[in-house]
T-cell receptor, first 114, second 114 residues
Framework: GENVEQHPSTLSVQEGDSAVIKCTYS??????FPWYKQELGKRPQLIID?????GEKKDQRIAVTLNKTAKHFSLHITETQPEDSAVYFC?????????????FGQGTTLQVKP | DAGVIQSPRHEVTEMGQEVTLRCKPI?????LFWYRQTMMRGLELLIY????????DSGMPEDRFSAKMPNASFSTLKIQPSEPRDSAVYFC????????????FGSGTRLTVV
């Protein structure tokens, strides 16, 4: 089945710096890759996603890149702010037929220091 | 829409007792997922349903766990008998089956078994 590896497990940056989180997946048939942000004590929330027919997608300070050949995708946050501090999860769709089952990475705890 | 609604928000129970967690998905969503989140194991997929039919329950840890979805607007996850190692946050999420859209998570149920 699908396996998703996420790195690093923790990341600390200064306010204003960029942060990059990387994920690799195992199932070459996966073609949907969302990213979730989870603040302490709250639910995971979708922040951006990318499909396999696109190499890069951007939404304000957040961007995601996908390399299908290498089976890895990354989240880029520019001009980080203290409110970006949270746990970030990548996921890949273990897509077989119409299942749409998402497998999550282990999470990255991002700390943005003021 | 009120989003995915889970109840209760918190549950404290004694070992050996039966616990029932409830979930109401977003109206119109036809896939429903139960996840368990712990510090050690991250977000684990327990079971998911498409059009009220259980598709994959390979993540259910033991026979003590069972899940049902009697109709499109309601699902339950039951643990009987509960054990301290079941303590975790249990999330329900829903999505559209086709189109590989991201999940919408409920607020979760924090279960503590003493």
């Amino acid at each position: 089945g699908e396996n998703v590896e996420q790195h690093p497990s923790t990341l600390s940056v200064q306010e204003g710096d960029s942060a990059v989180i990387k994920c690799t997946y195992s199932d070459s048939a996966s073609n949907y890759f969302p990213w979730y942000k989870q603040e302490l004590g709250k639910r995971p929330q979708l922040i951006i996603d990318i499909r396999s027919n696109v190499g890069e997608k951007k939404d304000q300070r957040i961007a995601v890149t996908l390399n299908k050949t290498a089976k890895h995708f990354s989240l880029h946050i520019t001009e980080t702010q203290p409110e970006d501090s949270a746990v970030y999860f990548c996921a890949a769709s273990g897509y077989t037929g119409n299942t749409g089952k998402l497998i999550f990475g282990q999470g990255t705890t991002l700390q943005v220091k003021p | 829409d009120a989003g995915v609604i889970q109840s209760p928000r918190h549950e404290v129970t004694e070992m050996g007792q039966e616990v029932t967690l409830r979930c109401k998905p977003i109206s119109g969503h036809n896939s429903l997922f139960w996840y368990r989140q712990t510090m050690m194991r991250g977000l684990e997929l327990l079971i998911y349903f498409n059009n009220n039919v259980p598709i994959d329950d390979s993540g259910m840890p033991e026979d003590r766990f069972s899940a049902k979805m009697p109709n499109a607007s309601f699902s339950t996850l039951k643990i009987q008998p509960s054990e301290p190692r079941d303590s975790a946050v249990y999330f329900c999420a829903s999505s559209y089956l086709r189109g590989q859209s991201g999940y919408t998570f409920g607020s979760g149920t924090r279960l503590t078994v003493v």
